[in-house]
């Protein structure tokens, strides 16, 4: 089976910006969770969606939003972009819920200049 | 609120020597416990995991874990280290019930000297 996918790889945005990542699970897959990942922070978890509903949200402001579309797979948004989210942002996929094992993508790197 | 916690954020070892990477969560209720691993320029995946039954829990690469509930500890073991285990470990609590989210630790460095 394919792994996760996680589109593009790599961005660089200006502040003020907005952004999407793209993130394809494993097929067969329902749960797909987004994360934060940054130096020093570890992951920080955005957002869970199940079955194209929002399952659970993390602290972070309404610029971060997300979706998911009937065939799982899931888009993040970032609106008005500040430094400071300049990151490595996972996308992890599951089977059911995320109390089961989470397979990971290899992330979209982001830089805000 | 919930928090997971390793102490131990950079580690250097020879070949050979034993490792103990220390997991402590702040969690009331069950909870179901995870150790991943990111090798350089690789994705995150699960070294292991614990969801009930035997607390002394076993995983790829020779990686043990032992789950004690009385100190909220998942602590992570490798009798003997190779360089090939150069990683960052990552351990991470998810609730069995309420929140249902993933609380990852910051991450330990591992870097095993040849």
């Known amino acids: 089976k394919a792994g996760v996918t996680q589109t593009p790889r790599y961005l660089i945005k200006t502040r003020g910006q907005q952004v999407t990542l793209s993130c394809s699970p494993i097929?067969?897959?329902?749960?797909v969770s987004w994360y934060q990942q940054t130096p020093g922070q570890g992951l920080q978890f955005l957002f869970e969606?199940?079955?194209?509903?929002?399952?659970n949200k993390g602290n972070f402001p309404g610029r971060f939003s997300g979706r998911q579309f009937s065939n799982s797979r899931s888009e993040m948004n970032v609106s008005t972009l500040e430094l400071g989210d300049s990151a490595l942002y996972l996308c992890?996929?599951?089977?059911?819920?995320?109390?089961?094992?989470?397979?990971f993508g290899p992330g979209t790197r982001l830089l805000v200049l | 609120a919930q928090s997971v916690s390793q102490h131990n954020h950079h580690v250097i070892l020879s070949e050979a020597a034993s490792l103990e990477l220390g997991c402590n969560y702040s969690?009331?209720?069950?909870?179901?416990l995870f150790w991943y691993v990111q090798y350089p320029g690789q994705h995150l995946q699960l070294l292991l995991k614990y969801f009930s039954g035997d607390p002394l829990v076993k995983g790829i690469k020779g990686f043990e874990a032992e789950f004690i509930k009385s100190k909220f500890s998942f602590n992570l073991r490798k009798p003997s280290v190779q360089w090939s285990d150069t990683a960052e470990y990552f351990c991470?609590?998810?609730?069995?019930?309420?929140?249902?989210?993933?609380?990852f630790g910051t991450g330990t460095r591992l870097k095993v000297l040849a």
């Open positions: 097929s067969g897959h329902r749960s």
């Open positions: 991470a609590v998810i609730p069995t019930s309420g929140t249902y989210k993933y609380i």
């Open positions: 992890a996929s599951s089977l059911g819920p995320t109390q089961e094992t989470q397979y």
């Open positions: 969690y009331g209720g069950t909870v179901n």
């Open positions: 969606y199940f079955s194209e509903t929002q399952r």
